[in-house]
């Protein structure tokens, strides 16, 4: 690090449990988020400002009107522009040293695959469970960490599966395929959600990424859901489901 990037990111520097050490490992680290929007918004710009080296960020949407109220890596000059090369930019102008790619196909298939093995980290901010559930299996095929979250009306949640820890669950063990309300949506488009909300859920996914790949405390357990018409948080277990056909073993399947 120059002086300049020392003192770009002093506040974090001074802090024990991230120190320079943590600091270069953020910048040596490389992020994959998965989608634009209103979790993503913050979420690119938190990880971009914190110096987390490289990102690559994945939406094939274009901005809308309707999307400005919440999705605050973009601005009105933004309407008709892919997302993804809109929140580009706008983490940019954060912070020029931050390398990133802007993904606008729907990240699918091979292409998915090879974006989550080029990552450290990988960030779910899509509101469809069919991406949600490739996004999980690729994340265990490929063993790297993935931080889940979501905001619908005033609710949210966040979860953080890690297949490198013993025993950790998958996003199919908390939400098996085929389960009663699987195929209820997450878009906001047909059930509304309150502004701030989506900065809310896409803060805490942020900082759950910089602890992990700066190797500052331990990785958020479980599964965290948030009221906000009470503030109420509440916190569950998730054990890993023998049975789950991403992570189950085998013999737990029959
Ligand atoms: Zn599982």
Redesign the pocket.
């Known amino acids: 690090m120059n002086d300049q990037a020392l003192l770009r990111y002093s506040r974090q520097i001074m802090l024990e449990p991230i120190e320079i050490d943590g600091q270069e490992r953020l910048l040596a680290s490389h992020a994959l988020v998965i989608g634009a929007g209103g979790l993503g918004s913050p979420v690119a710009l938190y990880l971009a400002a914190a110096g987390v080296g490289r990102l690559t960020l994945a939406d094939d949407d274009a901005v809308e009107l309707s999307n400005l109220q919440r999705q605050i890596a973009h601005g009105e000059a933004d309407l008709g522009r892919a997302k993804a090369e809109s929140a580009r930019d706008a983490a940019l102008a954060l912070n020029p040293s931050c390398q990133i790619a802007a993904v606008t196909e729907r990240l699918e298939g091979a292409a998915l695959a090879r974006a989550v093995e080029a990552a450290d980290v990988v960030l779910d901010c899509t509101d469809r469970f069919a991406s949600r559930y490739a996004i999980n299996a690729a994340c265990r095929a490929a063993g790297r960490p993935l931080i889940s979250g979501a905001a619908i009306r005033f609710g949210g949640q966040l979860a953080v599966f890690d297949p490198r820890a013993p025993d950790g ?5 908390l939400y098996p395929p085929g389960a009663p309300g699987e195929d209820e949506e997450l878009r906001c488009a047909e059930n509304g959600v309150v502004a701030p909300l989506v900065g809310l859920i896409g803060s805490f996914q942020a900082l759950e990424a910089v602890k992990l790949l700066s190797g500052a405390g331990r990785a958020h357990q479980g599964l965290s859901t948030f009221d906000g018409l009470t503030g109420e948080w509440r916190h569950f277990r998730v054990p ?2 023998p049975a ?1 056909p ?3 073993h085998p013999c737990g399947r029959d």
């Not at 669950?169 to 063990?173: E, K, M, S, T």
């Open positions: 669950p998958c996003y199919a063990c890993r489901d789950c991403v992570c189950g």
